[in-house]
């Protein structure tokens, strides 16, 4: 969810490059997102969600499994939360918090990279807008693609993260054509 976006800025600008005939370079792509000062705060809102994130799953441990809850293993931490009711009922609500975080973010990101590298006209609170009213105004083919980006991610990473070498460019390709 963080380093996706910024990925995908770089392919999104090789799509439009092909799209309207410009010379394809790693240097001219670089310059075009770093000329584009509004995608650092998308940068910024991305890491805010991500530091939100971060603290709700420690409040939650606390709140769980205890204020001085620490495991010395990562097996101990998942004995802990797979057989007791505590550890489920965190892995429960984590995993719905988690959730509700994750279509905020795509909520705000889906349409805006792409937009803010489109248009220089576009400041990056007006390009979130746009992307949430894209989600709500069409929560299914979204939400779809959503689903489709996850599974695609997750089969990817399958393989030692070595699928990502195929995805990454067809979902930034793909997403650049969609917008």
Do not use: C, K
């Amino acid at each position: 969810a963080l380093i996706g976006p910024f990925i995908a800025a770089g392919l999104y600008e090789v799509s439009r490059r092909r799209e309207t005939g410009q010379v394809l370079s790693f240097g001219g792509i670089w310059t075009a997102i770093r000329s584009h000062s509004e995608i650092g705060w998308m940068a910024f809102v991305t890491v805010f969600v991500f530091i939100m994130w971060m603290y709700q799953v420690r409040f939650l441990m606390a709140l769980f499994l205890g204020l001085n809850a620490s495991f010395s293993t990562l097996s101990e931490f998942i004995t802990v939360v797979l057989t007791t009711n505590e550890g489920l009922l965190f892995l429960a609500i984590g995993n719905l918090i988690g959730a509700v975080l994750s279509v905020i973010l795509f909520s705000l990101t889906v349409v805006s990279f792409p937009l803010l590298l489109d248009r220089d006209d576009v400041d990056f609170v007006t390009a979130m807008i746009t992307s949430v009213r894209a989600v709500v105004t069409s929560p299914v083919p979204m939400i779809g693609w959503a689903g489709i980006i996850v599974v695609l991610l997750i089969v990817s990473a399958l393989p030692f993260f070595l699928g990502l070498l195929v995805t990454l460019p067809v979902l930034g390709h793909t997403t650049w054509h969609l917008y």
